[in-house]
């Protein structure tokens, strides 16, 4: 790799993703406002039903058993074997426990909902490296 080839590495991979702003997500809050300004019911009527689905939802999967919203997705859990690693700060070996993860798998209509929209490349960020040395 030459100087310029390392370079544009670098930038790569000090770019930030576009999906870590903020004007690209939807927190629960926002999720709550929409469906009450939408449905015109109180935001507390939605707090508290998104609440409960979430809680059924974590209840189920801390049993082991798997959700199904059809068409949406499926909630379920899966094993993560231990194993041997290394903790890069300290340079030193360590090992990992086996560990159960929560896992999400999309359904067919969310996935058609999400190809079938026009897709607009993001605008290009600037790399912390190119903005520090003005390249």
Known sequence: MNGGDTLTHINRLLTVPDCLFYDTLMHKTDLVKHLAKKNRRSQEHYQTALNEILAGIQEQLSQGKAVVLTGFGTFYTRHRKGGKG??????????????????????????????????????PRRSFLSRVTGK
């Open 86 to 123: 290394m903790n890069f700060k300290t340079r030193k070996r360590m090992e990992y426990q086996a560990v159960r993860q929560a896992a999400f798998k999309v359904g067919t209509l969310l996935k058609q909902a999400v190809r079938r929209k026009k897709i607009t490349p993001p605008k």
